[in-house]
Each structure stands twice: as C-alpha cells, then as structure tokens.
C-alpha cells in the first residue's frame, strides 16, 4: 500500500469537460446540417467543401498566437468569451440563405472554437494529477472524441430540412458558456515541469509529439472523407462505405482511455512506437484484410484508434513536460500539427490513390507511419 495518498482531481476539471461536451456537440451537429442546407440550396460541391474547410483553416491561423492572447488577456476570458461569442453563430444559418455570411459565422466558430481547444487542452493536462495525467487526459479525450460523433445525431430528432437543429446548437454552445462562467483553474506548481519562454525549448523537448500528433491527425481526421472514397473502389456498397466514418470514430473513442492508462504505467515512448508498428502492420496488410465489409471497417477502426492516441499520447507528453505559458505553447503546437495533419493527409492521399486506385491509400499510409516511426526513434528518446 502506498504511503502517498493519490493527487485529488480538481473540481474544474469536471467543469472545463460539460463546457467542451456541449460546444463539441453544438459545433459538430453544424457539420452535417450546414451541409445539407447549402445542398438544398443549390450551391456547388466545391462551394460546400470551401466552407467546411473554413473552421479547420480557423484553427491553423489561430494556433500560433493563443499563448500571446492567453498572456495578454487570460485563458479564462478566451474559454469564457469564445463560448459567448459562438452561441448566437448558429442562428445564422436559419435566419439568413447568404453564403458570404454564413462564411463569416463558420469562421467565428471555428476562431472561438479553436481558442477554447487550445486552451482546454492545456488546462486539463496542467492540472491533472501527475500520477494519473494519462487516464485524465485519456478520459477528457474520450469525452471529447463521443461529444463529436453525438453531435450529427441531433439531426436524427430535428428536421434538417428546418430550422430547430440550428436552434439546437445555439442552446448548446449557450450551455457551454453557462458552464464556464467564473472558471479560472490553477496550475500546479512546483512539480519540476518546464516553464521557459520562446518555442525553442518546445521543439527541444516536445519535437517526437509534434510528429506523432500530425501523423495521429492524417489517420484520424484525414481518412474521414477519402477513406469512404477508397471503399467505394474496393467494391463496397454506398451504405458500406460510408460507415467507414463512423468506424474511424468508434477506433478513437475506444482508444483514448487505454491509451492513457498504458502511458500511466509504462514509458510514453513504448506506448507511440507501439501504436505506430500496429499502424504499419494494419497498413500493409489492409489490401487483403479489406476484401469485404467487416475487414474495411475493421481496418478503420485501427486507423482511427491508433491516430486517435497519437494525439492523446502527445497531449499527454507535454503536459509531463511543460507548466503554464510553455504548456500554452507546447498545445499550440500540437493542436496546429495535429489539425495541419488532418488537412494535408486527404491531399496526399488522394495523388496516391490516382496512381494506384485500391493499393495507394493503405500503401500510403504504411509508408507514412513508417517514417514517422524512423522519425520518432531519431527525435530522441521522450519522458515518461
């Protein structure tokens, strides 16, 4: 029996996780219903593509200077007024059939939205019991991860043709700001963690979870789209193919709190190189196990789980490593890799899959995971 009692969880923890289910689901529950009014509206494809592309283009441009907007205004005034701010943005899109402004309202969520990613992030793995950082973070992820797949669900009890979703992610992101009024978390101090100014130190320590959290970012996010494409091309039905979505999505979210366990009781190093030779295993080997249905979609689980715990096991290292404005830093980092990840892996896939239609995505992918493999060995060896 241990003579140290374990760490206490803090309350704001609890807090900072109904704020994020309820914005996380307001804003993916948008996804599907936007998409399917600019249809209905009788804009282009491309057109439909350029918007939704915009909250995640929001999140790259954001990245870089949430540690300076933390300094100069709190973290807390960010979470808070981001959540404020987002809340009548879906409005929008019932009270109004212009695409310029509907632009703008996806781009206010998707800026507010970023800021409160980032800051979250941070606040939870800054927070969190040393000893149990990893099942934390694993279990905030979880959370997070089932809050973005819940979201599409409220257009199974609204209408999509009407406006009531739209009311729907209103209340939620208003709920999401009610949540957070007056949260104002304390670090811990004092517990050996880096604090010094300037990126430097982060890529220094933080480099091997810069790479894994972009390649988790490909897998995860990435295959979304182009991988429902590549079943097409292995034959699958149109019902088939487009379960490989959510099959991406039941991976991660099954993945998150093991993979925080695992880090809780062994080195964070093992748990990524493990997660990365699976990758490249399942890749190599998806030609054949994606013959039918059950092996597709059994393949993306693994895709989607394994690169759901890339970005996991990242957060996680830093918050090992880093406290306060460094831990800011360090979580821009990740969040700008990972998200950096989920953009470029559908266009670097889809050049592969014009010179290979079946082989080129698995193939891809292997290589890619390969190399980050090689990459992650050659960054150094990364603490516990």
Known sequence: MSAHPPEPVSKDLWRIGASGVASVVGFSSMIPYTAIRLEALGYSATAIGVFSALPWLAVLLTAPFVETCVKRFGGDRLFV???????????????????????????????????????????????????????VVGFYETFMGASFAIGPLILLLFDPASDLPAFAGCGLWFAAW????????????HDGRRNEPGFGPVLA????????????????????????????????????AAMFSAALGLGSFAAQYPAGW???????A?????????????SFAAPVLATDAAGALMVAVVWGGVGGMLYTLAMIQVGHGFSGAALMRATSAIVFGYTLGGTLGPVLIGAALEFAPRDG????????????????????????
């Open 81 to 135: 007024g981001g959540a404020f701010v987002a809340f009548p943005m879906p409005l929008v899109f019932a009270l109004s059939d212009d695409y310029a402004l509907w632009c703008v309202a996806n781009l206010a969520m998707g800026f507010s939205g970023a800021f409160r990613w980032i800051v979250s992030e941070a606040w939870v793995a800054d927070i969190a019991p040393s000893d149990r950082r990893g099942r």
């Open 178 to 189: 009610l949540f957070s009024i007056g949260l104002k978390p304390t670090p811990r101090a």
């Open 205 to 240: 320590v933080a480099s091997a979870a810069l790479i894994a959290a972009t390649v988790g970012g490909a897998f995860e996010v990435g295959l979304s789209g182009i991988g429902s494409y590549w079943g097409v091309t292995l034959g699958l039905s149109i019902n088939a």
């Open 262 to 268: 695992l880090s809780d009781h062994m080195k964070l």
């Open 270 to 282: 093992h748990v990524v190189r493990g997660g990365l030779g699976l990758l490249i295993v399942v």
């Open 361 to 384: 995505l698995p193939l891809t992918l292997a290589a890619l995971a390969s190399l980050t493999l090689v990459a992650h060995m050659v960054a150094g060896r990364t603490k516990k």
